[in-house]
């Protein structure tokens, strides 16, 4: 089983719609979370950190369920441009090493 | 501010062949790391460093990769003697340490023919 699971998609959604993505972890000690967006042949880039209370950025919320060891992120009013593959990260308590999952691919269509 | 450069951006070898991967992370971050990334694929952790501590090594493939950090700034990654299998965009990423934020260069691409 890997360290951090991620359904591949493609969630492809008309523009104005809401999409959710979660992913799972399977190390109960892990300890910080990210979302980073990563467009086609670009390197990633953070997007949000995961608290434990959640947190929203604009049309961006993301939510940790430590219980059934999961993260989300939910988009809201989808743009074209929120295209992009979305990569959750767990942080291991302990460590410094970043467990990047294989990424959820978003298509907004018009 | 500038950001993290990596350099060759394109690198084409032959197998069995050796190559190095420069990174120039952001003056004055102390953590540095190395991913692999295949096509399709998700990142795949390589090497840590940070600050004057012994790196973390634990996600290097095979003896035939290597990295080193001079002076706390410029990491090379160096592959020995490389297969096909090595083909794939290496990143790499800096950060102010801890478990913050990682920023991330533009990667190198290495085609192993």
């Known amino acids: 089983r890997k360290e951090v699971e991620q359904d591949p998609g493609p969630f492809n959604v008309p523009e104005g719609a809401t999409v959710a993505f979660n992913c799972t972890y399977s190390n109960s000690a892990s300890q910080s979370f990210f979302w980073y967006r990563q467009d086609c042949r670009k390197e990633p880039k953070l997007l949000m950190s995961?608290?434990?209370s959640g947190n929203e950025d604009g049309r961006f919320t993301a939510q940790l369920n430590r219980a059934s060891q999961y993260i989300s992120l939910l988009i809201r009013d989808s743009k074209l441009s929120d295209s992009a593959t979305y990569l959750c990260?767990?942080?291991?308590?302990?460590?410094?090493?970043?467990?990047f999952g294989t990424g959820t691919r978003l298509k907004v269509l018009a | 501010g500038a950001g993290v450069s990596q350099s060759p951006s394109n690198k084409v070898t032959e197998k069995g062949k050796d190559v190095e991967l420069r990174c120039d992370p952001i003056?004055?971050?102390?953590?540095l790391y190395w991913y692999r990334q295949s096509l399709g694929q998700g990142l795949e952790f390589l090497i840590y460093?940070?600050?004057?501590?012994?790196?973390?090594k634990s996600g290097l493939p095979s003896d035939r990769f290597s990295a080193e950090r001079t002076g706390g700034s410029v990491s090379t990654l160096t592959i020995q003697r490389t297969q096909q299998e090595d083909s794939a965009v290496y990143l790499c990423?800096?950060?102010?340490?801890?478990?913050?934020?990682?920023?991330f260069g533009p990667g190198t691409r290495l085609t192993v023919l």
């Open positions: 003056s004055g971050h102390t953590a």
């Open positions: 995961v608290y434990s």
């Open positions: 990260v767990a942080i291991l308590s302990g460590t410094y090493k970043y467990i």
């Open positions: 460093f940070q600050g004057n501590s012994a790196p973390d």
């Open positions: 990423a800096s950060g102010p340490g801890g478990r913050h934020e990682q920023f």
